[in-house]
């Protein structure tokens, strides 16, 4: 499971974003189970300021790259932190734990 810190001040509907991007509705509190292609099975839930994930990826690998493009850009929206941010905040979570 990994977990992505939500910029301070970033106020984001992930429940929308969730049913915008992947057609998946339910509530992201209580954790949300959805299957995307090329990704694979997705557990996701949000607490305080952070968003966990877990990813079980799929059986057969899927080569069209818009399928990242567009996770990419899904948590960019969700969390405020483009890539970049978001591994350095890995980084540091990581070794606070």
């Known amino acids: 499971m ?5 910029k301070r001040g970033h106020d984001a509907d992930v429940d929308a974003l969730v049913s915008k991007y ?13 299957e995307v292609e090329g990704i694979g099975k ?8 952070s968003l966990f994930i877990d990813i079980e990826p799929p059986k057969k690998v899927c080569g069209d790259y818009s399928i990242i493009k567009n996770w990419n850009t899904f948590l960019f929206e969700a969390t405020g932190k483009n890539t970049k ?4 905040d890995f980084g540091k979570i990581k070794k606070e734990k």
């Open 2 to 6: 990994r977990e992505y810190r939500i």
């Open 22 to 34: 992947f057609g998946a509705k339910g509530d992201i509190y209580k954790g949300m189970n959805f």
């Open 42 to 49: 997705i557990d996701i839930r949000q607490e305080k300021s």
């Open 85 to 88: 941010e978001r591994k350095k």
